[in-house]
């Protein structure tokens, strides 16, 4: 049974580029031996992320997530049984925020900044979709 769980939650530190990419790295490697797809973003000290994938697997990574010191403040926005996958093609694709235009942000919140604490699940997911539609997703090279 596949599943679609995103979560956000915030940065414990500052997280450098590089920190960033070594995170992306070691999804786009372990990801796909477990079936896992999905989609990060990361804006000031916010990661909101999608997961996609078998029920057991997608659970454990969000609890090993949830665990991670890195992390705090972690809320489930959502978690979905899904008939087939949204982001398919990213073993981990990175919303690429230097091509996101504010305008978009603007459509879902109140200001345009990314602050999935609030606004709902149902947004958050409806940013994302425009986000893959308007080419802002990458992946690593």
Sequence with gaps: MLVRLMY?????ETVRPEVLNAILKKSTHNNPAVGVTGVLCF????????????????????NRIAQDPRHQE??????????????????????????????LLLKYSEAAVLDPYAVSGKVSMALFNELVATASVMCLP
């Design 74 to 103: 972690v809320v489930l926005l959502s978690y979905d049984e899904i008939d087939e996958r949204s982001f398919a093609g990213w073993a981990m694709g990175q919303v690429n925020m230097s091509r996101l235009n504010p305008a």
């Design 8 to 12: 956000a939650s915030r940065a414990t």
């Design 43 to 62: 804006s000031g000290e916010i990661f909101l992320q999608v997961l996609e994938g078998g029920r057991g697997q997608v659970s454990k990574l969000y």
